[in-house]
């Protein structure tokens, strides 16, 4: 007769004669059997899963297919986790079956330096270390906006301009603000969550407290501005700054400035000097604001329109500490009428836009904001 051991048959003739000897054949295949079962697991914790990356992060993890061939398509979410190497919690992502592989992709990318393990019905199939960086391989703050180390002492935004990908949540940890370079001071920037990256994550705006900013808000009552008038100050972001593949910036940068005159005027574009190019050529088309503006905003609200009206294609170069920018166009300039257009949500660096200061008087009849989405400058080339 047939016997069932962990689901294998095994054969042997029950006869009492030959009792000692089945039961000898019997403990022998059992003895085999759990032999095979343990080089499969070791097999299983020696095999190689495959990283997937993308712009040098680790964004997935390929775990060879015949390691789940049992598990049903729809159900390896519920079966298949990946963790941190020690650690209980399952890393949150998404699974799908890719040709002879799973491929594992987690919401966040994986972190350079760390080991992470794979299991199924608790049962590790398999332990990989994602690699470091070359040492030298480093992001870098490529700069500090405002430009300018004279700055009004109610100035509403610093932007950091980074040369890849930085690690989100981090700044209220690596960015500080000195006072006379012996003080640092609290609760200056907004704590925001999620904070303002842009789309690719190199490019962070970090916001002054508004409520102690505007004169009439309990903040500014009770704090005072973050930022007072004759007095220097120094911006330093740290070293330790990891970026999204877990790189360090590696040198802290230190901006200087002094805070002057609190700025409580609109732009105004109709007092804006225009350098008009020859038509013929595709010499740059100038245009000076006589003040610093927003860096971020200048990049996204102005442009040159043809006489149909149609967006004048070229490229604008910001100078002169933000106070002049400069646009190229891709073909030569041909003879008559353009229009620079200028959205009037540009700002200045105290956050004043071209319909209406930050900080007004909302009762004063005189400070009226305007209603106006764009303002239009007439240009005519020879």
Known sequence: MAALIFGHPVIGIYKSLHQPAIRLYTVCNLIFFVSGLLVSCHRAEETNLTICWHDKRATGLAIPLHLVSAIPADSLDKVLSVKLAGKETSIAGSYQAVGNEVIFEPLVPFTRGLRYTVWAKGRQLGEIAIPTLDSNDKPALLAIYPTQDSLPDNLLKIYLRFSRPMREGQSQQYVALLKNNTDTLQGVFLDLQPEL?????????????????????????????????????????????PDQQGALL?????????????????????????????????????????????????????????????????????????????????????????????????????????????????????????????????????
């Open 197 to 241: 990256w842009n789309a690719d994550r190199t490019l962070l705006t970090l916001w002054l407290d508004p409520g102690r900013i505007k004169r009439d808000l309990q903040p500014n009552k009770r704090l005072g501005t973050p930022l007072q008038g004759d007095s220097q100050y120094q911006l330093i972001v740290s070293g330790n700054w």
């Open 250 to 382: 590696g040198k802290s940068q230190t901006k200087t400035f002094l805070a002057v005159q609190r700025d409580s005027l609109s732009p105004a574009p109709s007092t804006w000097a225009i350098q008009q190019p020859k038509s013929g050529s595709v010499q740059p088309l100038g245009v000076a604001f006589g003040e610093a503006l927003d860096y971020s905003l200048l990049t996204e609200t102005l442009s040159v329109l043809d006489k149909a009206g149609k967006p004048v294609s070229g490229v604008w170069q910001l100078s002169d500490e933000e106070k002049r920018v400069f646009f190229k166009p891709t073909n030569p300039w041909q003879a008559g009428t353009y229009q620079l257009q200028v959205e009037t949500r540009l700002e200045d660096l105290a956050g004043n836009n071209i319909n209406r200061p930050f900080d007004r008087d909302i009762t004063s009849k005189g400070t009226k904001a305007g209603t106006q989405r764009v303002i239009e400058r007439m240009i005519k080339i020879e």
